[in-house]
């Protein structure tokens, strides 16, 4: 797909803000890993009647208070991790053409609609991914290091993607103990798997808005 050539324009700064939101959803992880682990620790001494009535209802409602409270930080960051995310992807592919690529097979929106088609967002997004980090750094070795590093990353973000839509989808209103246990130790699964993901991201966003600006001043930008 033939691009129309715009003038070069660094991730620099988009990819400081990038590290930011991601770095501190790094952090809204590790607090909800941890706050995961006493929920099931409470909910477990209070299925063994560790304590009486009066304490373990005093106990419950602090803990669901401040699980409210990270739940909405959570949503919130997630958001704007997102927003951020997606403009950056597309910022990133948008400069192809003005670090000579020709033929692109897609277009710059087009990569981020990609994300919300079902099916299509299972392998369309890795292969705009890939196409920004052959072009952006030159490596075009299909066996490179930094090429398992692209895949070993859209795994974890499609599997970490997936068990949170079908986490939300089977949270019930009206929660059991034994259904609250079984959701805090897959959410548990899950911040690993957040925080893994974002990690690897840090690292490929930084190589390639670096590799972009390196190639742009060996190549002439079209007005």
């Given at each position: 797909?033939?691009?129309?050539?715009?003038?070069?324009?660094?991730?620099?700064?988009?990819?400081?803000?990038?590290?930011?939101?991601?770095?501190?959803?790094?952090?809204?992880?590790?607090?909800?890993?941890?706050?995961?682990?006493?929920?099931?620790?409470?909910?477990?001494?209070?299925?063994?009647?560790?304590?009486?009535?009066?304490?373990?209802?005093?106990?419950?409602?602090?803990?669901?208070?401040?699980?409210?409270?990270?739940?909405e930080i959570v949503v919130i960051v997630?958001?704007?991790?997102?927003?951020?995310?997606?403009?950056?992807?597309?910022?990133?592919?948008?400069?192809?053409?003005?670090?000579?690529?020709?033929?692109?097979?897609?277009?710059?929106?087009?990569?981020?609609?990609?994300?919300?088609?079902?099916?299509?967002?299972?392998?369309?997004?890795?292969?705009?991914?890939?196409?920004?980090?052959t072009i952006s750094t030159n490596d075009?070795?299909?066996?490179?290091?930094?090429?398992?590093?692209?895949?070993?990353?859209?795994?974890?973000?499609?599997?970490?993607?997936?068990?949170?839509?079908?986490?939300?989808?089977?949270?019930?209103?009206?929660?059991?103990?034994?259904?609250?246990?079984?959701?805090?130790?897959?959410?548990?699964v899950l911040q690993f798997l957040v925080?893994?993901?974002?990690?690897?991201?840090?690292?490929?966003?930084?190589?390639?808005?670096?590799?972009?600006?390196?190639?742009?001043?060996?190549?002439?930008?079209?007005?």
């Open positions: 797909m033939s691009q129309k050539v715009s003038s070069y324009s660094s991730l620099n700064r988009l990819t400081r803000w990038l590290v930011i939101v991601l770095a501190v959803e790094i952090v809204v992880s590790l607090v909800t890993i941890v706050s995961d682990t006493y929920q099931i620790r409470l909910l477990t001494s209070v299925m063994n009647y560790e304590y009486d009535y009066s304490t373990a209802i005093g106990l419950a409602q602090v803990n669901d208070l401040w699980q409210s409270v990270i739940t997630t958001i704007f991790s997102i927003v951020v995310f997606l403009y950056w992807f597309y910022r990133a592919y948008r400069n192809l053409p003005a670090l000579g690529a020709t033929r692109l097979k897609f277009n710059p929106k087009w990569v981020i609609v990609y994300f919300f088609i079902p099916i299509l967002a299972l392998w369309k997004p890795f292969r705009a991914l890939e196409e920004i980090y075009y070795s299909s066996r490179s290091t930094n090429s398992y590093i692209l895949l070993i990353w859209w795994i974890l973000f499609i599997v970490s993607s997936m068990m949170g839509f079908l986490m939300a989808r089977g949270y019930t209103s009206e929660p059991t103990p034994e259904t609250v246990l079984n959701y805090s130790n897959q959410d548990i925080i893994a993901a974002n990690a690897l991201f840090i690292f490929i966003a930084k190589e390639i808005s670096a590799k972009q600006d390196l190639k742009s001043h060996n190549i002439p930008t079209v007005q």
